[in-house]
C-alpha cells in the first residue's frame, strides 16, 4: 500500500511535532519544520506527495508560500492552514493553485481526509 | 509637520489598543492549539494501548509537560492582555518598570516576529518602581521599537537602558540602525513627541552615534488627580 509523504511547516514547534506524531501513528511519513525556509530546503532533499503549510510564518508570509511552492514543486499539491482566513484569501489561494484552505484547529481526521485526497492528485506519489 | 493633538492621541491610542489585543489573541489562539494537538496525541497513544497495539507510554509524561508548558504561556498572554486594557484607565498609575517592559517586549516580538528581534534591558540603578500613565508609555516604547527596526532585514538586538532619578525616569532605545530619517519615521517621531508632552516629559534622537541610532525619553513620575489631570511630582518613591 502507497504510504503518502507530507511536510507539514508551522512556526509552532509543539503543534509541529503534536501533529506530525499524530499523521505517523495513522501511517502517514511526516516531516515537521517550523519555517518556509526550511521547508523549501526540505523539499530539494526529498521527495513529498503533499506540504501542508501555515499561512502566517514569520520568514516568508501570506500567499507568497503558495506562489514559491507553486512555482518550485508544481506536482506537490499544497494545502494552506490559517487562523483566520478571509473569503478574498481563500478565492486567493484557490486561483494561484492551493488544493485546500483550513481553518484552525483543524481536526486530524479531517487533515489526514484532506492530505489522502491531495496526495491521490499529485503526481509524485510515492511507492512503497 | 504638525503633531497629533491629545484628541487625536487618544483616538490613534485606542487603534493601537486593538492592535495589541488582536496580535496577543493570536498568540493565545496558537497556545490554545498547541494544547488541542497535544491532548489530541494523549488520546490517540491511550487507544493504541487500550487496542493492545505498541505504545510508549513515557511519551505520556512528556506530553504532559508541555501542556502544562502551554497553558502557564497562555495564561501569561492572557495577563499581558489585562495589562494592556486595564493601563488605559490611567488611576493606578504606579508600576514596576521591570515588569511593565518585560510585557512590552514581549508584545513587540509577537507583533514584529518577521523581524527577529531580540531585547536587552538594563537597570543599571536597579528596578524602579515609576508613576506615569501606563498605557501612554508603552504606546511610546513600542512605536519607538517599531521605528527602530522596521528597515533591518538580519536579526537585530534592541537595547532598553533604564536609570531612574529623584524625581524622574529616563529610558533610552538603542538598535544598530533605525527608520528615524524617513517620511515614516519622522510621522512616529512626532507622535512620539505628542505623547512625551501627554506624560509631561521630552525626548531626544540620537543618531548614528558610536554606528546606534537611539531615542531617549525622559519622564516625570506624576499621578493624575480627581479631575483626571497630571499633577506634579509624587515624593518618596523608591
Known sequence: MKKVRVLFADDEQGLVSAVVRRLTLRNIIACGVTSILDALRKMDEEIFDVAVLDVRMPDIGGLDVLRRFRNKYPDVEVIL???????ENVEEAERLGAFEYLQKPVEIEDLVSVIHEAAAKSGRAQHE | MSKPTSEQLRDEGMM???????????????????????????????????????????????????IRLHVR?????????????????????????????????????????????????????????????????AYAVLLCIDV???????????????MKSDDSFEIAITNSRSSLSSKGGQIILSTLESLM????????????????DSIVFFIPNRRYDADGDLTRVKEGLQ
Open chain 2, 148 to 162: 527602530m527596526t522596521s528597515t533591518a532585514v538580519d536579526e537585530q538586538r534592541v537595547t532598553i537602558r533604564c
Open chain 1, 81 to 87: 492552514l490559517s487562523g483566520h482566513g478571509s473569503v
Open chain 2, 197 to 212: 508632552t501627554e506624560l509631561g516629559g521630552s525626548l531626544k534622537v540620537l543618531l548614528d552615534k558610536e554606528n546606534e
Open chain 2, 16 to 66: 493601537f489598543l486593538g492592535k495589541i489585543i488582536a496580535v496577543q489573541s493570536h498568540e493565545a489562539t496558537n497556545a490554545f492549539n498547541v494544547i488541542n494537538e497535544m491532548a489530541g496525541l494523549q488520546m490517540d497513544i491511550l487507544q493504541d494501548a487500550m487496542d493492545e497495539k505498541p505504545h510508549d507510554v513515557s511519551e505520556l509524561n512528556d506530553i504532559c509537560t508541555q
Open chain 2, 73 to 137: 504561556r497562555g495564561g501569561q498572554i492572557i495577563k499581558n492582555i489585562n495589562w494592556f486594557a486595564h493601563s488605559v484607565d490611567g488611576n493606578d498609575t504606579g508600576f514596576v518598570l521591570e515588569e511593565a517592559l518585560s510585557r512590552i517586549t514581549t508584545v513587540a516580538k509577537h507583533w514584529m516576529r518577521s523581524r527577529r528581534v531580540s531585547f536587552v534591558t538594563e537597570f543599571p540603578d536597579g528596578s524602579p518602581t515609576v508613576e506615569t500613565h501606563p498605557f501612554f508609555f
